[in-house]
């Protein structure tokens, strides 16, 4: 039976710089057909999902320690939907009262159309256009909904100069707002705020815009330090007391920003040291130069003191992160891990012990022979 995390007595985990201790779990499901493409753990609920281009959704139950004679994270069902490669399958986060009532996931391919889950009830809804903005939306290859449930983002078409980025109501998954952002080479990609306020959108030469759903506007422009072809971004953490943040509440209550690039490099930055509003031309806490090929992934961990960079285009192309000092962990991976080609990746909590007490990582690798593999991560 799955049951919600509670998160009012548990014991938090609390991870060691330089040295990690991390343990390898059996692999999740035989291999897939097909290059694992995308990754979602649920934030309260043990599942993940996994897809790529067969058309093809797994769904596991997570379940690193299980009880005999149960399996270890045994396949709860699949999804195939015909010629639909998926490059986008994430689940909603339903974490307030004005979301959808229930876990869902969202399904997007290179389609003029993407598809809605629900999984309480096993409906498939199919969301054919975004009324008013079909020249803006001739593609819904990248979605990501927010945080706070409410909110669903795409990623339009390319606009000569910039791009957009078309808001929909999650309830309803109605065009509420669009984000117009200008761009020397176009955008890059987005991520939502932390709680659901806003969007943090890149562009490729670096530019980034921050846009508030409450203003419907642009309210803060800054540029990632030496940035040359970016090709990802990534928001994480929280500033535990926020009495003592200088971060404006504008902005959300992340801490941590995370830009990837066609060097390898990726710049991280803490927010909560700007003032009233983000330098023009900030500079990184840390610039990582630990990777030599173009960044694929970047994903904090639900408690902000791990972030996971990847590429895909060298095999075993993985750096572990501590976080609040911005060190790469130096004892894993080794020669000997088997990583192959990342194609994605995945973090997320799990609880164990007496009371679901006790909290460890889970981090999750899928790559491109189709094989998903998970470790688990206790300190």
């Avoid at 080479?185 to 705020?193: C, M, N, Q, V, Y």
Wanted: aromatic share 6%; hydrophobic share 35%.
């Amino acid at each position: 039976m799955l049951t919600r995390s509670s998160h009012r007595h548990n014991k938090r985990i609390r991870l060691r710089p330089e040295v990690i201790a991390i343990e390898r779990m059996k692999d999740i499901g035989p291999p897939q057909p097909s290059s694992i493409n995308c990754l979602s753990i649920h934030p309260t609920l043990p599942l993940i999902l996994s897809s790529g281009t067969s058309s093809t959704l797994y769904l596991h139950h997570l379940m690193p320690r299980p009880t005999p004679p149960d399996p270890q994270n045994p396949l709860i069902t699949s999804l195939h939907l015909k010629h639909t490669p998926l490059s986008t399958t994430v689940f909603s986060a339903s974490l307030d009262s004005n979301s959808v009532s229930g876990p869902q996931i969202y399904l997007s391919s290179r389609r003029r159309y993407f598809h809605v889950w629900d999984l309480p009830t096993g409906e498939i809804r199919k969301i054919t256009r975004v009324y008013g903005q079909q020249d803006t939306q001739k593609s819904m290859e990248t979605l990501k909904p927010s945080p706070c449930g409410r909110y669903v983002a795409l990623l339009g078409s390319t606009r000569k100069g910039g791009g957009v980025i078309n808001v929909l109501d999650a309830k309803t998954l109605q065009w509420m707002a669009q984000v117009r952002v200008e761009s020397r080479k176009g955008l890059a990609d987005f991520a939502w705020w932390g709680d659901g306020r806003g969007l943090c959108i890149v562009g490729r030469g670096g530019e980034v815009s921050e846009w508030s759903v409450e203003k419907s506007r642009i309210i803060a422009r800054w540029d990632d330090e030496g940035a040359v072809g970016t090709t990802t971004i990534i928001l994480g953490g929280r500033v535990q007391n926020a009495d003592q943040r200088s971060t404006p509440l504008a902005l959300g209550p992340d801490r941590w920003v995370a830009i990837g690039s066609t060097s390898g490099i990726v710049n991280v930055y803490d927010r909560s040291a700007w003032s009233d509003s983000p330098p023009a031309k900030p500079k990184p806490t840390k610039a990582l130069d630990h990777l030599t090929t173009p960044i694929s992934n970047l994903v904090f961990s639900p408690c902000g003191q791990l972030l996971v960079m990847s590429s895909r285009w060298k095999r075993d192309a993985l750096r572990l992160v501590h976080l609040p000092s911005c060190t790469v962990y130096r004892n894993w991976p080794t020669s000997k891990t088997p990583l192959g080609r990342i194609s994605a990746v995945a973090l997320g909590e799990y609880e164990s012990g007496v009371d679901n007490a006790e909290k460890s990582l889970v981090l999750c690798v899928g790559n491109e022979a189709g094989t998903l593999r998970a470790w688990e991560i206790t300190g």
